[in-house]
């Protein structure tokens, strides 16, 4: 039968396992990589995480990869949170930048994540921000982001 399986990711964003029902013994209340508990549904809605998406017949080879946000409410996953949280306070620490600019930087960061409109707008925004910070502070802003930028953003800024 055709449909998506249940994940099982930790709060962190690590993914434990992208199939829940057809391999239950990969499942742990707890990831090896940082420790932190495990969820397989929506902490707002309940509803299950999206998994792998199986086909019958078919054996994809395309790698997982934990969604941003819940399919059902829309509303942003633990993990996703932590890292709009992190690279708020990355902002605040980057003494380069003017209060505004910092401010500014803070409110492109959730445009960048949620493709919508202003996404491009926040792209363009973020890059000349970033140009004026050291290479460090960028990298790490990056490294942080990358994992939660919606396809529209990755490609503005790193093509």
């Known amino acids: ?16 396992t992208s199939s829940v029902e057809t391999s ?10 940082c420790g932190a508990s495990t969820i397989t549904t929506c902490d707002d809605c309940g509803e299950r995480i999206r998994g792998y998406y199986h086909v019958a017949g078919v054996i ?32 605040d620490e980057m ?9 500014r930087l803070k409110m492109s960061i959730d445009d960048l ?13 973020y890059k000349k921000i970033m140009s004026r910070v050291g290479r460090e502070a960028a990298a790490s802003m990056r490294s942080i982001l990358t994992d939660i930028l919606s396809e529209a953003a990755k490609k503005a800024l790193f093509g």
């Open 24 to 33: 239950p013994e990969l499942m742990s209340k707890y990831c090896s990589q």
């Open 113 to 125: 994540v949620a493709s919508n409109p202003k996404t491009e707008v926040a792209a363009v925004r």
């Open 60 to 91: 994809s080879l395309q790698e997982y990869e934990a969604p941003s946000f819940c399919h059902s409410c829309g509303k942003p996953f633990p993990w996703t949170v932590s890292k709009l949280e992190a690279a708020k306070e990355l902002a």
């Open 1 to 16: 039968m055709d449909g998506y399986e249940t994940a099982q990711i930790c709060r962190n964003g690590h993914t434990i």
């Open 95 to 103: 003494d380069e930048l003017s209060q505004e600019e910092r401010a």
